[in-house]
């Protein structure tokens, strides 16, 4: 991916982009709106990237710089990973039956790095804005449906790694009040 | 209710769609207490998962104004507008619901019915 830097703004792919610190940039935007809003920010970061991702999928694929199906969806998480979200892997992909497993151990995924870096003590999983994020980027790559990104590790609570799994919105929720 | 072996999202489709039957209410949702959305039969027009966090914000800061200004045990919050209401509550420790009624429904009904449905909300959330 080329970045551009001008006087006053930068393009990485055509898209304009700005450098944030991680740890005080987003973090303290998040702890911000969760000293206001409590625990429904991490739907808000999801939703919000999910929107985001799918719809620059959904220009990619219309001005023919991406494809759909598991190449394209393979590509984005590529550019993701190279965009400096953090070393994402797909483990796992199959989406005739609408599966994904990515992984991310070093570099750190950008969420849990920026709580380790802080040094805050989380109990739960916290890469809301990167499930939203591949979340939307497999719903359009797929064409569409109900999809849903789940962590089910995350190094910010101590797991070895940050694992994602994504299927059926329908099957994972279930899977989550489950517990 | 076999709440062990069935599908917890499926048993509260069934009862958000129950609601369907209630003259006025014009769709529900049935949400996490963090907003993520469970089951809902909310018109075309409405994006569930937005609304499931914008009533998870409007629960939470309703309990909190709640706590604050020791007023006693939250119980719901209604949105009143120019062409209906918006209700919501909570259904136990780890649900909210939001139901979107029209103007001019009969609310005692309403609220009865979803104070019943936010009882067996719990009742599945609590036996999975």
Known sequence: ?????????MEAGGVRVCLMDVAEGFLSLRRSVENALGDVTAILLYNAAFASY????????????????????????????????????????????GHAAIECDEPVAFEAYGVLKRGDGELRAVCDYTRGALAGLFTEHRGGGEWLCIETECKAKGDARC????????ALTAKLLRG | M????????????GLVDRLQDVPGVEGCVVAR???????????????????SAMAAVIVNASL?????????VYQLTIVQSSVGK??????????IFAA????????????????????QVEEVLEYI
């Open chain 2, 64 to 72: 909190n104004a709640t706590l604050e200004l020791e007023r006693g």
């Open chain 2, 100 to 119: 979107i009624v029209s103007e001019g429904a009969n609310l005692g009904l309403i609220l009865l019915r979803l104070e019943s449905i936010a009882r």
């Open chain 2, 86 to 95: 918006i209700v919501c509550a909570h259904a136990g420790m780890e649900a």
């Open chain 2, 33 to 51: 207490r963090d907003g993520l959305v469970i089951a809902h039969n909310l018109p075309a027009h409405a994006d569930a998962k937005r609304m």
């Open chain 1, 1 to 9: 991916m080329t970045l551009e830097v001008r006087d006053g703004e």
């Open chain 2, 2 to 13: 076999a709440v062990a072996t069935s599908n917890p999202v499926d048993l509260l489709q």
């Open chain 1, 163 to 170: 694992a994602f799994e994504i299927g059926d919105a329908r």
């Open chain 1, 54 to 97: 799918r719809g620059f999928a959904a220009g990619a694929i219309a001005r023919g710089e991406a494809g759909r199906g598991e190449a394209g969806f393979r590509a984005a998480v590529r550019a993701y990973r190279e965009s400096g979200f953090g070393g994402f892997a797909i483990a796992e992909i199959d989406l005739g039956t």
